[in-house]
């Protein structure tokens, strides 16, 4: 079946180390997303990718780095200059514009210690 | 630009009972709707959506939602409610574009943790 994978579904890191959160999507979808998830916040974007080799900053871009080298994949880096860190995060995709809404994976939870 | 406004952050409901979650938008150009429901440490999942056509939305688990332009309003309604109900509920608005598809981004409403009480 067709879907989005993140991957780890939890991860643990010390303050000041780069992590990277992996998402994978086998939809044949252009559009990827990255989300940053707190509580009573809901979803703020963090980065966006329309096609392969372009991606854009979303609101809270400052501290987190993307790629998009294939179509497939949209990895987000969470680099030591993010303050705070510890977050649920969500990928998500969709065929184009949002006119069908998003396929979203189902998170992974960064905890920095 | 479009932002969307999710009225209550917690609402509890006896099991059975009927329950209301409001959302409220603003937005310079036609929009399409979208309600989506996210269970602990899960991704959210599509509920419904309004594009165009009948301002009434029916979606899945018996869930349906009313689209009211004058009120910028697009309430989600469930007439009975079980316990496995008991999720966070999010709202979202998308722009409609000239040509009449959506915009890439969706704007999502902060969210309302609906708490079924058996």
């Known amino acids: 079946d067709g879907g989005i994978t993140q991957s780890p579904k939890y991860l643990f890191r010390k303050e000041g180390q780069n992590v990277t959160l992996s998402c994978e999507q086998n939809?044949?979808?252009?559009?990827m997303y990255w989300y940053r998830q707190d509580p009573g916040q809901g979803l703020r974007l963090i980065y966006y990718?329309?096609?392969?080799?372009?991606?854009q900053k979303g609101d809270i871009a400052e501290g987190y780095s993307v790629s998009r080298e294939k179509k497939e994949s949209f990895p987000l880096t969470v680099t030591s200059a993010q303050k705070n860190p510890t977050a649920f995060y969500l990928c998500?995709?969709?065929?184009?514009?949002?006119?069908?809404?998003?396929?979203f994976g189902s998170g992974t939870r960064l905890t920095v210690v | 630009a479009q932002s969307v406004t999710q009225l209550d952050s917690q609402v509890p409901v006896f099991e059975e009972a009927p329950v209301e979650l409001r959302c409220n938008y603003s937005?310079?150009?036609?929009?399409?709707l979208f309600w989506y429901v996210q269970y602990p440490n899960q991704g959210l999942q599509l509920l419904l959506k309004y594009l165009s056509g009948s301002t009434l939305v029916k979606g899945i688990n018996g869930f349906e939602a009313e689209f009211n332009k004058s009120q910028t309003s697009f309430h989600l309604r469930k007439p009975s409610v079980h316990i496995s109900d008991t999720a966070e509920y999010f709202c979202a608005v998308s722009g409609v574009k000239d040509s009449g598809a959506g915009s890439y981004q969706l704007t999502f409403g902060k969210g309302t943790k609906l708490s079924v009480i058996p």
């Open positions: 937005s310079s150009v036609s929009v399409y």
């Open positions: 939809l044949n979808h252009d559009a």
């Open positions: 990718s329309q096609i392969v080799n372009d991606f």
């Open positions: 998500a995709s969709s065929v184009g514009t949002s006119l069908r809404g998003y396929t």
